[in-house]
C-alpha cells in the first residue's frame, strides 16, 4: 500500500496540474431528489 501510494501520489498532482492549466476541474457531486416515488415500474423509449 505504501509503494502504491508512493507511485499515485505524484501521478495524482501531475494530472490535476494539466488539467487545471486546461480549465477541466474533476469532483464529485451528491445529488438528491426529493418528492420522488418508487411505485409502478414504466418502460421508456
Known sequence: MALLN????????????V??????????ADVRVMGATCGR???VQ
Open 41 to 43: 415500474s414504466v418502460l
Open 19 to 28: 488539467l487545471g492549466a486546461l480549465g477541466v476541474r474533476v469532483g464529485e
Open 6 to 17: 508512493g507511485v499515485t501520489a505524484p501521478v495524482d498532482d501531475l494530472v490535476y496540474n
